[in-house]
């Protein structure tokens, strides 16, 4: 079985899905890795040395969709809504595809894929369970995007991080507000605390408090109680309007007081609810920081502008956005081995065994044989359900 790793083509994304330290475990199960040449230059991960781990180099694009049985991409057509049509035509019937699909972003693209006769993976769509951790590639670049955006806020603020003593005097530490406490979340509280920041974090979620005091963060408690604060995965609901009216104007108070803020509050498939206000921006002092890590999906500031930096007030509004890319090298590590994982799992005596009486399989199915047929997905889009489910094959 081949296993094919195109480059990326979405505009700067240094990313590759396979590095060269998990050919090994891939050539063990009797696969065979096919990698489009120069894919993991911009990561630091050279054709050589993919060679010297056994996998083979293709001189082009189209080699590697043609000889694959299996195609890994970091941003398949879906998450990639600028250049990723440029691969529908390359797909064939029974190719498996795997990777960020974006499967609750548009329902055009999800039947697109699924007309190309692909069976595609979604890893967004991973169970969080123990048996499925080590293939969570959300959380892996969750956890590159907070810590990178605690390294922007800082080097964009006009001030040091950490409490100095100095012979010209103590300089008091910045305050930093991580304002949704998952995975990316934390990481940007372990990052703002290992540069010696005062975090403060707050989440709809009552057990974030137990994490967030555990990484040596004050846990920000607003008298304001959540109508089934998460979903049977671990993720944050959507609530409604008055709600997020009610925690703003109790929030409002200490975005007022902090140095630098960071919001990384994202509801799959839905845009992302507004929690920082122009108000509360205006209240902020001259030369502090909001990097929105939800700035793909419309935003948590109500100032943010997708893929831009503004500045309002005084204040810097970072939207940027694909934060996991400016760390190629550890990002495309971290979710090489995500793939691997995912790899191993489904691959059996050389093939693809695909058990959907395995929730990891069932979960990250979006289509197979021309039809979308993720039960999750047909909801979210109010598609009608399957008449018949798809049968264990290989």
């Known amino acids: 079985m081949i296993v094919g790793v195109p480059r990326e083509i979405f505009p700067g994304e240094r990313r590759v899905a396979l590095v060269p330290s998990v050919i090994a475990n891939l050539v063990k199960v009797g696969a065979q890795v096919l990698v489009e040449a120069g894919a993991g230059i911009e990561a630091g991960y050279p054709d050589a040395d993919y060679s010297a781990k056994g996998a083979k180099i293709a001189a082009n694009r189209a ?8 195609i890994v991409q970091v941003l398949c ?3 990639n809504d600028e250049t990723g049509a440029e691969d529908l035509p390359l797909f064939r019937r029974s190719q498996a595809l795997i990777g960020f699909l974006r499967p609750l972003g548009a329902l055009k693209t999800v039947q697109e894929i699924a007309a190309t006769g692909a069976t595609s993976f979604s890893v967004e769509l991973m169970p969080r369970t123990t048996r499925a ?3 969570d590639a959300l959380s892996s670049m969750g956890t590159i995007c907070g810590y990178k955006a605690v390294l922007v806020a800082a080097d964009t603020l006009p001030r040091i991080v950490p409490m100095l003593t100095t012979a010209a005097g103590t300089i008091t530490p910045a305050r930093f507000l991580i304002i949704g406490a998952g995975v990316a979340g934390l990481q940007a509280i372990a ?3 290992r540069l010696g920041a005062v975090a403060s974090a707050y ?11 555990s990484l040596g963060g004050r846990f920000v408690e607003l008298p304001i109680e959540a109508k089934d ?7 944050a609901r959507a609530q409604d309007e008055s709600f997020y009216q009610r925690q703003r104007e109790l929030l409002g108070r200490v975005v007022a007081e902090s140095d630098a803020v960071i919001t990384a509050a994202v509801i799959p498939g839905k845009k992302s609810p507004v929690l920082v206000t122009r108000e509360m921006v205006s209240h902020m002092a001259p030369g502090s920081v909001i990097v929105d890590l939800a700035a793909e999906r419309g935003g948590n500031c109500e100032l943010t502008r997708t893929a831009e930096t503004v500045v309002e007030y005084g204040v810097s509004v970072v939207g940027r956005i694909n ?3 400016t760390v190629p090298y550890h990002a495309s590590q971290m979710y090489a081995r995500n793939i691997t994982a995912f790899l191993l799992h489904l691959i059996k005596d050389g093939k693809l065994q695909l058990d959907m009486s395995d929730d990891i399989v069932a979960s990250t199915m979006v289509t197979r044989d021309g039809e979308i047929v993720n039960p999750r997905v047909r909801e979210f889009f109010s598609l009608p ?3 018949t489910s798809s049968k264990e094959a290989s």
């Open 63 to 70: 080699q590697v969709f043609h000889d694959a049985d299996v």
């Open 133 to 135: 951790q080590n293939m």
């Open 229 to 235: 604060a998460e979903d049977a995965g671990g993720y």
């Open 385 to 387: 359900a399957l008449a």
């Open 323 to 325: 934060f996991a890319s």
């Open 203 to 213: 989440d709809l979620r009552p057990a974030a408090k137990e994490q967030v005091q």
């Open 77 to 79: 057509y879906g998450s």
């Open 191 to 193: 990052t703002a605390r």
